[in-house]
Nanobody
Framework: QVHLVESGGGSVQAGESLRLSCSASSNTMCMGWFRQAPGKERELVGRIYSYTGGTVTYYADSVKGRFTMSQDNAKNTRYLQMNSLKPEDTAMYYC???????????????????WGQGTQVTVSS
């Protein structure tokens, strides 16, 4: 069992930045970031996947160029740096992680075994 703890959400003005953190109780192969706004379906934000050949990332078109994922392997922590935030980025953000290569190899999967508790991001205009 892997426990994920998220932090870093908050309320900001449009154009500002936030960094979300997701700390895992043990190492995981990949992590996805998702968000869900009220009345809307959950949306994939991005995925970071570490394997023997390196690390690959995937970003949804809506955040590409503004959001960046990174990781600190020594701390079992991954980050989502969010720049140039827009009001439409307002949502509850979740991190999710898995150990299965079959899951991690799919950049658009939502079939993660482990999920964080979520952290609210509110962007006002």
């Amino acid at each position: 069992q892997v426990h994920l703890v998220e932090s870093g959400g908050g309320s900001v003005q449009a154009g500002e930045s936030l960094r979300l953190s997701c700390s895992a109780s043990s190492n995981t192969m990949c992590m996805g970031w998702f968000r869900q706004a009220p009345g809307k379906e959950r949306e994939l934000v991005g995925r970071i996947y570490s394997y023997t050949g390196g690390t690959v990332t995937y970003y949804a078109d809506s955040v590409k160029g503004r959001f960046t994922m990174s990781q600190d392997n020594a701390k079992n922590t991954r980050y989502l740096q969010m720049n140039s935030l827009k009001p439409e980025d307002t949502a509850m953000y979740y991190c999710a992680a898995d150990l299965r290569r079959s899951v991690c190899a799919d950049p658009r999967t939502s079939d993660y075994n482990y999920w964080g508790q979520g952290t609210q991001v509110t962007v006002s205009s």
